[in-house]
């Protein structure tokens, strides 16, 4: 049994959220080698052949893959995927983009968002905006799988010495091409992996008054999250929404700040350690999971606390 | 052109879900069902290139009971031309799913499928990318724009780090993230003018895609419940149990 992950890198530099990945394998067990598809990205290969428990690692190096374009991964990975047992992603929006097409590709199934391996086959993961947690056994002949970061503590990123092969596909897709794209800038912690998450919602009123989010953000070293409310209504961009149709985090503290506690939002953070609302009213939704409420004007209490902490 | 859209009947999503007692699924007796809010998103976006007279036809698809001729009926009160029901009682996987669509685009032959990027039931978001890699046509998936110039569309993607702008030949698949736009609601008149719509109803028989299943649910289970914590009476209060009680910050 060997299992291939696909690491997640932006050519420069390996995402975290691989080494969640490489932990699940690891709890499927067998050999693990590691796929690294990009242009000059021969630092994330180097960096990846240090993970703990990974025997080898595949770079293949062209432009067809810089962009991780989900036509060219598609086909790269189920190509290089059929002599695999297992197929594993981290499921962020790349994950998501190209391993449904692997699938197909393999005429397989595909199993999103693991949270927990029962055995080789056998998968755990929430559905029902993870208002139910079905566990998933699969006859398929290879299993194709995303997972959720959350659900695994990071394998160690240093320890292993995996030989570096290199491999010379080019699946340049001849009908989809980048155009442009458009990073939000932040210097605060990425929100998947942040130990503190302080989030707002349509309780801010406004884009400006996230400053004060931010201001105790940066005292305690947290990232700033938000509500879907919070976005739709144009207070701060798309890729800070935590819920559903956003990311999940589970961080050690999670605090809620004039959020409803939807149960769309719920689905994103209520794996988080400590939850703290911050809220006007107390009838919120948000308290009934919230180990710590504190019913006040969070243009009070947010100053307050940034005093405070 | 012609605009291919799918559309699913799931359970609506203000609703609570209960896990049945003997922890085989999710109860579903008697439970509010609405089309999936991403494939709501897929229907407003097709109507919209029709009003700007980018799209000509609508051609909108749902797969499932023949009570899910109630999603197709909706999309037909919003703006869609006709309908075409795949009557199944089974439940299906994405990659069968993706079969069945892959069937009816080869019949179709539309520059255009719009789908929703996930289910809110069974939240996989495959069926649009698995429904690319069957057909080999290119994907933009979790779209928050869809421009469409000549014949070729550009798709604003909403990614982890920001947004990417992919630019796709036509035909190709689109999946809908929840900022594509905010649909409209029907009206009385179009929900009135809709009931006289073609609906097509046809079996995966006629589509030659035969179903099969690989994967067996388990067992479904309710998630670890949370308990309300407590309320603390001021900041201070607050920030001295997250220090001292927690011991989080």
Known sequence: MTILVIAEHDNTALNAATLNVVAAAKEIGGDIEILVAGEACAAVADAAAKIDGVSKVVVADSAAYKYQIAEAMGDLVAELGAGYSHILAAATTTGKDFMPRTAALLDVNMISDIVAVESADTFVRPIYAGNAIATVQS???????????????????????????????DKTSATSAFVSEELAKSDRPDLTAAEIVISGGRGMGNGENFEILYKVADKIGAAVGASRAAVDAGFVPNDMQVGQTG?????????????????????GMKESKVIVAINKDEEAPIFQVADYGLVADLFDAVPELEKLV | MKVLVAVKRVIDYNVKVRVKPDNSDVDLNNVKMAMNPFCEIAVEEAVRLKEKGVATEIVVVSIGPKVAQEQIRTSLALGADRGILIETDEKLESL?????????????????????????????????????????????????????????????????????????SLPAIVTTDLRLNEPRYASLPNIMKAKRKPLEVVSPADLGVEIKSTQTIVKVTPPAQRSAGIKVADVAELVDKLKNEAKVL
């Open chain 2, 96 to 168: 069968t799913v993706a079969k069945l669509l892959k069937a009816v685009v080869d019949k179709e032959q539309p520059q255009l499928v719009i789908l929703g990027k996930q289910s809110i039931d069974s939240d996989n978001n495959q069926t649009g990318q698995m429904l690319g890699a069957l057909t080999g046509l290119p994907q933009g998936t979790f779209a928050s724009e869809v421009v469409v110039d000549g014949d070729k569309v550009n798709v604003t993607r909403e990614v982890d780090a920001g947004l990417r702008t992919v630019g796709l």
């Open chain 1, 247 to 267: 990311k999940i985090v589970a961080p050690s503290l999670y605090i809620a700040v004039g959020i409803s506690g939807a149960i769309q939002h719920l689905a």
């Open chain 1, 139 to 169: 006859s398929d002949s290879i299993k194709v799988i995303t997972v959720r970061g959350t659900g695994f503590d990071a394998a160690p990123a240093e320890g292993g010495s995996a030989a570096i092969e290199a491999n010379a596909t």
